[in-house]
């Protein structure tokens, strides 16, 4: 059906119109990375963990499309998606290169519905983020935050180096606010000499030192690229945790 999209977890096809919102802000987060925050006339509101399209038509009429993960807390009054530059891409660039505030940009959604946290279902919870498989975590640990939920939440994030990790500055004030919400950090290529992290990708013996005990029956969102995804959900099942408590998103190479 042109013009629709289906929401994960929902049987009815909801129709998602196509609208435009204005670029209000642009924050580099990284050397590659940029979010864009939008006001949005129409947008209504969204859950922590949706995602939107992003649709992009040149003078010709060539159209490319491409997801791109909400950032920003549904409380929020703006919209907010953080973008990773890909050298090759197609749309990423134009995104974190081109654009300027003020201009507009077309998008439809929110879309997808398995891959949500609320606050009302408490916790545990063990965010699981691999790059910029952050960007939807983020999302949750600013919903969090919003609701005053005092849900335990535990974030472990894995990065190339420390300046590939987006939102640190936020995340470590989220850690100082003493909460429940706490951050993990390790990164795998090249680490600084004052760094206190772990240094070794999200594996087992990792897991068993900051996962949660399978008895006590937490709920984990694992996000990143495909590998770190099959790799941490396998992992935490092997150990003990129920498939259906481990909840997945993967992206691969889209030409962005």
Not at 94 to 101: D, F, K, N
Request: charged share 25%.
């Amino acid at each position: 059906m042109a013009g629709a999209a289906v929401l994960g977890g929902l049987r009815a096809q909801v129709r998602l119109e196509w609208q435009l919102c204005d670029i209000a802000e642009l924050v580099d987060e990284t050397p590659h990375v940029k979010t864009l925050v939008l006001d949005a006339p129409r947008w209504t509101s969204h859950l922590a963990g949706q995602h939107v399209d992003i649709r992009l038509t040149a003078e010709d009429g060539y159209q490319a499309q491409r997801s791109y993960s909400i950032a920003s807390a549904p409380e929020d009054g703006r919209l907010a998606l953080t973008v990773e530059r890909l050298d090759d891409g197609e749309v990423s660039p134009y995104l974190t290169e081109e654009l300027v505030v003020g201009d507009k940009l077309e998008l439809r959604g929110p879309i997808g519905g398995y891959f949500v946290w609320k606050a009302g279902e408490g916790g545990p919870v063990l965010l699981l983020g691999g790059g910029s498989g952050i960007v939807p975590l983020m999302a949750m640990a600013r919903h969090r935050r919003a609701a005053r939920s005092d849900a335990p939440m535990r974030l472990v994030y894995s990065a190339k180096t420390e300046a590939e990790l987006i939102y640190r500055a936020e995340l470590d004030e989220l850690a100082a606010r003493g909460d429940g919400f706490e951050a993990v950090y390790t990164l795998t290529r090249e680490q600084p000499p004052a760094w206190n992290g772990y240094t070794r990708r999200v594996d087992a013996e990792l897991l068993a030192e900051v996962a949660w005990p399978a008895a006590e029956d937490p709920l984990a969102f694992v996000c990143g690229p495909t590998g770190f995804v099959e790799a941490v959900a396998s992992t935490l099942v092997e150990s003990g945790w129920p498939p259906g408590r481990v909840k997945t998103e993967r992206f691969g190479p889209t030409g962005g």
